[in-house]
């Protein structure tokens, strides 16, 4: 069971009182008009699925009822921060890659993340 | 005042009116007796209200008409100093009023007048939900194998109140005073808690309070 922080109750709570809620930081299309069909389709249908560091959207369903960001990796199930909607993670990709803890697993596994 | 459309849900016509619990009283039964370590009473038919809009706005109206401070801090309850009127914190944008039965009425139409053209909403939930009071020095064990959330006083002191998990169903769990738990059960799930709670509570002895 994870013990999740909800960055809008300020406390650690039970995994059975949130909901995943998909990849996190999805951004409309300004101007849907005028996307090309592959566009929209990406926008609509298509989800990152990295081996390591990843943005998801959780609620918190049974507490606060609000959504928010976790950044979880998704090889040691981490969960690294939660941060409110509309904020932006201090932790990514890119960041976790000169890690010692990414370096280590990416070692181990034998393949790139 | 806002153009909401608002009306009394109590009503002068004399209808009879049930406990969320009367279906429970008369197949589970409610069990008396002395030497019981767990004490149960519904506090049926008061008032609940959901206020939702912003802390600030709100904040002000509230301590005017009901002279309650809006409890800012998540997790929080506030009660009046008699203790029979109390806010809690829900989300950073919702609180749960709960006031005695009759008093919801007038309490929304004063904050409405209040609040004018505020952006704001006030739902009465009163039949929704109802609210099971648990006592007796076996209600923090009772608790403690029943909701996922950590009970220890250390944890869960005096004046805090928690939406959480009841055995499965989702519950508002406060505590208002040092022996006293109150569980806020949806009137649906009601049979169902009581019951949990009759068996939960059989080793220790449960006394209900009619």
Known sequence: ?113 | MSNAATFDTRTDTAIPVESPLAYSYRHSGAPRGSGYRLKLRERAMLGHLILRGGAIVLDEAVREVLGINLPGKPQALVQDASGERSIQWLSPDEWLVIVPGGEEFPLETQLRERLGDAHYAISDVSGGQTLLEISGEAARELLMKTVIYDVHPSNFPVGKGVTTVFAKATTIIRRPSEERWELVVRRSFADYCYRWLLDAGSEYGVNVEQ
Request: charged fraction near 30%; hydrophobic fraction near 25%; proline fraction near 5%.
């Open chain 1, 1 to 113: 069971m994870f013990y999740i922080y909800c960055p809008y109750c300020g406390e650690h709570r039970e995994e059975e009182e949130f909901h995943p809620k998909g990849q996190a930081h999805i951004e409309r299309p300004k101007n849907p008009e005028e996307c090309s069909d592959e566009e929209w389709g990406d926008y609509l249908f298509f989800r990152d699925n990295p081996r390591g560091v990843h943005h998801e959207m959780w609620v918190h369903a049974v507490g606060c009822r609000k959504f928010f960001n976790i950044t979880r990796h998704t090889v040691s199930y981490e969960i690294l921060e939660t941060y409110k909607m509309g904020e932006q993670p201090s932790i990514t990709a890119e960041g976790q890659n000169h890690s010692r803890e990414a370096a280590a697993v990416s070692h181990q596994e034998g393949v790139r993340a």
